[in-house]
Nanobody
Framework: QVQLVESGGGLVQAGGSLRLSCAAS????????MGWYRQAPGKQRELVAT???????NYADSVKGRFTISRDNAKNTVLLQMNSLTPEDTAVYYC????????????????WGQGTRVTVSS
């Protein structure tokens, strides 16, 4: 059974940085894509960033230049380095993974983590 476990969330002041990590277990195969989504209070879940097995990345406009996604294929781990955080980045961040890159980019990934909360104070 595939499980995704996120870590690294917390409280940070505006302008600060956090690094989120997501470790996948239960699969001997590398996922076609992994990514991060977030959901702020009262808002719909939105894409933050995705990365394919080949290393191609995709970012939401709101995080371009501030967030960096990376992955370790051998460990089935995906990281999200978040810099220059603002209160608008406050949300629960979810890790997603699928063997289909299209599914991850479309928000229809088969596997999701439980989420890690990020709070940015002003």
């Amino acid at each position: 059974q595939v499980q995704l476990v996120e870590s690294g969330g917390g409280l940070v002041q505006a302008g600060g940085s956090l690094r989120l990590s997501c470790a996948a277990s239960g699969s001997n195969l590398s996922f076609g894509a992994m990514g991060w989504y977030r959901q702020a209070p009262g808002k719909q879940r939105e894409l933050v960033a995705t990365i394919t097995l080949a290393g191609s990345t995709n970012y939401a406009d709101s995080v371009k230049g501030r967030f960096t996604i990376s992955r370790d294929n051998a460990k089935n781990t995906v990281l999200l380095q978040m810099n220059s955080l603002t209160p608008e980045d406050t949300a629960v961040y979810y890790c997603a993974a699928d063997f289909s890159p299209t599914a991850v980019i479309a928000g229809r990934a088969r596997y999701w983590g439980q989420g890690t909360r990020v709070t940015v104070s002003s």
